[in-house]
């Protein structure tokens, strides 16, 4: 028996120890081609680039996985403690592999065999660090044996510490957030040190299953599996009974945060510094990397911009009546769900779509769009709003698509039950509130802010609704300037040898454009005979500048152009002279700043810094601008202060900007703006109006801010007459400047050292005497002066000959058949 039981127990040994060696062989093999975990010290996971305002206000995110990375430093310990409570509690004892938790797993799922119960897992922190970092979610034992290879190794590199935050960064947790950071912001919309006990425990339940515990499609197994979390927490000595207990009765208190844009009246911005993003970084580096962007939008100069802006369309479109509902619905059955499924105006929260559930002669009662909760289904409550005809007298001029405009005189003939509306609350000057029918404009337009000294764009709005159109018409809408141009041409004349008390003869003039024959003309017709180039500023003279740009040359006039950076090659040809040439509002308002700061070249930014995600700054604005060698000082010792060294282009004698800033007030206080500018700072600008009025502007500054705005149909047509530069664009700037520098104290034009003001006849342009009426302060140059005789340039041209000249085919596009001017 003896010898039996040694012949077993021998042959048993040799079992075992080629069990043990196959273990050891196939453990060697598969150890060979495992994935470096030494990756895990680079570990960089994509993260959520943030957009801020200059105020460090949270603009906009973007992700394809929405994570914040956070150092294990700066998660609470209670944080960490749910999360070690819900997924391994021996996680500070263990060597990387739980052999108790995992016994245990062996035992409970031998017991539910069979019943159809989910197999119970025994997985560490370390085990899901090494699964998620360097292996596959496979179910296999391979991959099991990998994994705890791998959780050992990295037990032995890293501290548990390290372990804990690679994991609790990189998680999934539903919702499209990854890591708790992220996480912390989807669900409850608050960082993680503000999360309360029912809230993080609720956070600890998610990674082991987000779709089976989703707040709102999964409550009640949501609430359980977060109850059971407190419970371990509680087990563990984490949390106090009472504590557990006051959580566990709360709800999940799930407040999803949106998506997005966060400022109020940033879309455009953002939109645009987006995009910018991605041309110098490209969309890895927008999506994934990180950045911190520190923009230089201006919340409060934003949205007066944008309100400006929208008033201004409003008031243009409702002069011209009411166009029709959006959309029709039945209302015979619950209209609620038919009228939430329209698409509502995210960035118009004033506004609501409502439909119509009756009409009468003097009033209509309309149905608001219900809202939606937190998981997306409509809202039961149905609110029924009275709108009184007296609060619609625009509509009651309808306008049809391809109908004549006509007058109706009720209610009823303007809506009717069914159609579905624009309304808005306001209150009156009474302080009572009611209801107002709105639609869309039509008409479009763009306005930029900038400072002239840095080119930091303050507030920019490229239309009237994000939600409506993203087209940005400030940056990407190429319209031609008009007579907002005309600044440029004579900026070129006066500082080439001009005067603004230079005479040009205001007369008519023939050119030949194609073989046809161009005769620009005044707006309005009419010519003034020789007039003084501040004169012809001020009035827009398109015929004393035609014959002015004659007179210098095209080619130097183009020069000027590109230099202030309004086009980049300009045909030079003398239509462009009148603006027919294509900008946009930002190049514009870009080139008046030169005017404005004394004729520094300005490079227009929308960002001021860009950090990447361990904080280091990879872009700054001013470094392009302004140098300061001395400002990197460790310390200061008696050493002089450091100075700005401004390496910016001098593009325009400081002389010559401020003669034509001078010219341009003229233009606010006498000239195609007078009486539309009422502003109680010193301003200077120019009206624009193409032929037919298809496109108008204004643009203008004061010491410290420029201003562009553009008005006019994406797809160009007539406005109307009279729907001019001075009579649409002027009341929105002024409208936005009135409310950018409420708070600012007046400042005056700064006047360059050496100039000379002489008093001139306005009309002569030469010296004027004692008792002389219409008399002007000019502003000269050193060495300069009004002239002694009375000259006039183009005032021979009719006996020469010179009047006919050939305009380019492409500039004749712009000019028309010979009957318009540019205004």
């Not at 391994?88 to 016994?103: E, I, P, Q, R």
């Not at 161009?518 to 398109?542: D, F, H, M, Q, V």
Request: overall charge negative; proline content about 5%.
């Amino acid at each position: 028996m003896m010898r039996l039981i040694g012949y077993f127990f021998g042959i048993g040994t040799v079992l075992f120890l080629l069990v043990a060696a196959g273990v050891v062989w196939y453990i060697s093999d598969i150890s060979e081609d495992l994935p470096d975990y030494e990756v895990l010290e680079s570990y960089a996971p994509p993260v959520t680039t943030r957009v801020h305002s200059s105020d460090g206000e949270l603009m906009a995110e973007y992700a394809r996985q929405r994570r914040l990375f956070l150092p294990i430093q700066a998660i609470p310990d209670r944080v960490k403690a749910a999360f070690i409570s819900a997924e391994d509690k021996n996680f500070y004892s263990h060597t990387g592999v739980d052999f108790t938790g995992l016994a245990r797993a062996v035992v409970v799922n031998i017991q539910n065999y069979g019943t159809g119960r989910r197999p119970v897992g025994a997985s560490t922190i370390t085990q899901q660090v090494a699964k998620n970092f360097l292996l596959t979610s496979e179910q296999r034992i391979e991959r099991k044996i990998k994994e705890a290879i791998l959780s050992f190794r990295i037990e032995q590199a890293y501290s548990k510490d390290r372990i804990l935050e690679l994991y609790l960064n990189e998680i999934f947790f539903g919702l499209g957030s990854y890591g708790i950071a992220g996480a912390a912001l989807t669900y409850f919309d608050k960082s993680v040190n503000e999360l309360d006990l029912h809230e993080i425990a609720y956070m600890a339940a998610l990674p082991k299953g987000p779709s089976n515990y989703h707040p709102f499609r999964n409550t009640e197994a949501a609430i359980e599996r977060r109850n059971w979390v407190i419970d371990r927490m509680v087990d563990n000595g984490y949390v106090s009974y009472e504590e557990a207990s006051k959580a566990k009765e709360r709800p999940l208190d799930v407040n999803p945060r949106q998506r997005g844009n966060y400022l109020f009246a940033s879309e455009y911005f953002a939109e645009e510094v987006r995009r910018r993003l991605i041309s110098r970084y490209g969309d890895d580096a927008l999506y994934e990397s990180g950045l911190s962007v520190r923009t230089t939008l201006d919340p409060k100069t934003q949205i007066a911009a944008r309100n400006a802006l929208q008033n201004g369309l409003l008031t243009f479109d409702q002069k011209r009546g009411f166009r029709g509902p959006v959309a029709t619905i039945d209302i015979n059955e619950d209209w609620g769900p038919t009228l939430s499924e329209i698409d509502d105006l995210d960035d118009m929260p004033s506004w609501k779509l409502a439909v119509v559930l009756s009409a009468s002669d003097n009033g209509a009662e309309l149905g608001v769009r219900p809202g939606k909760d937190v998981a997306g289904k409509v809202r039961e409550a149905r609110d029924v709003v009275s709108i009184s005809g007296e609060t619609m007298s625009w509509a009651y001029t309808v306008a049809p698509k391809d109908e004549k405009r006509r007058k109706v005189k009720s209610v009823a003939e303007i809506v009717k039950p069914g159609d579905v509306v624009y309304v808005e609350q306001r209150t009156n000057d009474e302080g009572a509130e009611n209801w107002r029918l709105r639609q869309l404009p039509e008409i479009q337009g763009g306005l930029v802010a900038m400072d002239p000294h840095t080119g930091r764009v303050l507030a920019m709005v490229g239309g009237f609704s994000f939600s409506q159109s993203q087209f940005n018409r400030a940056t990407q809408a190429e319209r031609q300037p008009g007579s907002s141009f005309k600044p440029f041409v004579y900026a070129a004349a006066l500082d080439n040898g001009y005067t603004p008390a230079s005479v040009v003869n205001d007369a008519p003039i023939e050119l030949v454009s194609g073989g046809q024959l161009w005769k620009p003309k005044n707006y309005g017709g009419g010519s003034a005979g020789p007039s003084t180039l501040r004169l012809g500023i001020e009035k827009s003279r398109n015929l004393m500048t035609v014959r002015l740009a004659k007179d210098m040359g095209m080619n130097l006039v183009a020069e000027y152009a590109e230099r202030f950076g309004v086009y980049d090659d300009m045909l030079p040809v003398l239509a462009m002279s009148l603006g027919s040439g294509e900008t946009t509002v930002m190049r514009m308002v870009s080139a008046y700043s030169v005017l404005a700061n004394g004729g520094k070249q300005v490079t227009p930014s929308l960002i001021d810094r860009i950090q990447n995600r361990y904080g280091k700054t990879i872009f700054r604005h001013e470094e392009s601008q302004r140098r300061c060698d001395a400002c990197a000082a460790s310390a200061w010792l008696s050493q002089e202060e450091p100075e700005i060294t401004d390496t910016r282009e001098q593009v325009l004698d400081p002389m010559t900007a401020y003669q034509i800033t001078s010219m341009m007030e003229g233009v606010v206080r006498r000239g195609t703006a007078a009486g539309k500018i009422k502003l109680d700072q010193p301003t200077a600008g120019k009206t624009g109006t193409t032929n037919d009025e298809r496109d108008a502007w204004f643009v203008g500054y004061t010491p410290d801010l420029v201003a562009g705005v553009y008005i006019g149909y994406d797809t160009p047509r007539p406005m109307g007459r009279g729907n001019t530069g001075g009579g649409i664009a002027a009341p929105i700037f002024n409208d936005f400047m009135a409310t950018a520098l409420k708070e600012s104290r007046p400042v005056e034009f700064r006047i360059p050292q050496g100039m000379k003001f002489i008093p001139i006849n306005r009309k002569t342009g030469m010296e004027a005497f004692a008792g002389d009426g219409d008399v002007i302060q000019e502003a000269f140059k050193p060495g300069t002066g009004p002239a002694d005789i009375f000259s006039v340039i183009g005032m021979d041209e009719f006996a020469t000959g010179d009047a006919i000249l050939e305009v380019s085919p492409q500039a004749n596009r712009a000019v028309g058949s010979g009957t318009g001017g540019l205004f």
